[in-house]
C-alpha cells in the first residue's frame, strides 16, 4: 500500500518534536535534501500541508535554560570566555533552526508564493549546518553543546507572534537575526587573535549566510504589504515596538543590512539613542 510523503508542514514539526540538537539538524537538513529535490523535479511531490506544532520546540536536557540576567558573564579573552561565546552562538543557531522550520509549519495555511517555502527550507538547512560547526569548534575545544547554561528567552519572539506572520518577519529575521550582522564582525576577530582557525573560519561561513536570512525576511514582509497595501517602514516601527522587548542597540553594521534589504531609517528611529541619518 502505497504511503503519501509527509507534506512540508509536517516535516517541520518533526524537526521542532525532536530534542537533541545533533539528531534536530540531521532530520532538518534530510528534510531539506528531499525537498530541494522535489522542486528540482528529482523525487515525488511534498505538499506543504498543515501540522500542529508544538509552542515550544522540544529540547535536551542540557544546556539548563537561564533567564538573560542570570547567564554568566565571562570576558572573550580567557579560554573560558571563547567557549561560552561558541556555546552562546550555538544555542542562537539551534533556535533558528526552529524558528525557520516554525514559521513554515505555524503559517503553512497562509497563501504564499511556494518561494517563500523554499527560502525558510534553505535558511533551516544552513542554521542546521551552522549548529553543527559551532558543535565542531566546541569539542575541538574540549567542551561541547550543553556544557554551559543558556539564554531562556530565545523562543520569546516566536511565542509573542505565534499569530502573526508579519509580526514574526519583523521581529526575527529583520531584528533578530539583523542583530547578528552587527556583532559577528567582533566574534571573528577575537578568534583570529586568539589564532583559532576553525572558529574564524566557521564564524565567516556564518556571517555570510545570514545575510541571505534577514533578506528573506525583508522580502517576504514587503511581500506582504505591497499584498495588502501597507507602508513597510510604518508597520514594521509598530510590529516592532508590539512585539520586541526594549530598544534596537546600535553599533548597527549598516552596510550588510542594506546588503540584506534594510534601510537605516527602519531601525534607527528604533534605537536607544538616535544619531541623525546622512543628509538629514
Not at 115 to 137: I, P, R, T, Y
Not at 139 to 157: N, T
Not at 230 to 243: Q, T
Amino acid at each position: 500500500m502505497d504511503t503519501q510523503p509527509l507534506s512540508l508542514a509536517e516535516r517541520a514539526a518533526e524537526v521542532l518534536t525532536t530534542a537533541d540538537g545533533r539528531a534536530k539538524t540531521a532530520l532538518s537538513r534530510r528534510h531539506a535534501a528531499e525537498w530541494f529535490a522535489y522542486r528540482k523535479g528529482d523525487a515525488p511531490e511534498i505538499a506543504i500541508g498543515t501540522a500542529a506544532p508544538p509552542m515550544h520546540p522540544a529540547r535536551p536536557l542540557q544546556p539548563e535554560l537561564l533567564h538573560p540576567r542570570d547567564v554568566p558573564k565571562r570576558k572573550p579573552g580567557s579560554e573560558a570566555g571563547r567557549i561560552a561565546l561558541l556555546h552562546a552562538v550555538a544555542h542562537i543557531e539551534l533556535n533558528a533552526v526552529d524558528l525557520h522550520w516554525d514559521i513554515i509549519a505555524r503559517f503553512s495555511h497562509v497563501p504564499m508564493p511556494m518561494g517563500f517555502f523554499d527560502d525558510w527550507v534553505q535558511a533551516a538547512d544552513e542554521e542546521s549546518k551552522h549548529f553543527n560547526l559551532m558543535c565542531d569548534c566546541l569539542e575541538a575545544l574540549g567542551s561541547h553543546y550543553g556544557a554551559l547554561p543558556a539564554h531562556a528567552g530565545m523562543w520569546r519572539a516566536a511565542e509573542d507572534t505565534a499569530d502573526d506572520l508579519m509580526g514574526r518577519l519583523a521581529v526575527v529575521p529583520m531584528v533578530l537575526e539583523a542583530r547578528g550582522l552587527d556583532v559577528t564582525p567582533g566574534m571573528i576577530g577575537v578568534f583570529r587573535k586568539a589564532g583559532i582557525t576553525q572558529a574564524v573560519d566557521a564564524l565567516e561561513v556564518i556571517y555570510a549566510e545570514e545575510v541571505s536570512h534577514v533578506a528573506y525576511g525583508s522580502k517576504w514582509f514587503n511581500f506582504l504589504c505591497g499584498r495588502d497595501n501597507l507602508d513597510p517602514k510604518e508597520l514594521f516601527h509598530a510590529l516592532v515596538r508590539k512585539y520586541f522587548h526594549g530598544p534596537l542597540k546600535p553599533p548597527f553594521n549598516e552596510e550588510k543590512r542594506a546588503d540584506a534589504g534594510l534601510p537605516p531609517d527602519f531601525y534607527w528611529p528604533l534605537a536607544d539613542h538616535v544619531k541623525p541619518l546622512p543628509g538629514w
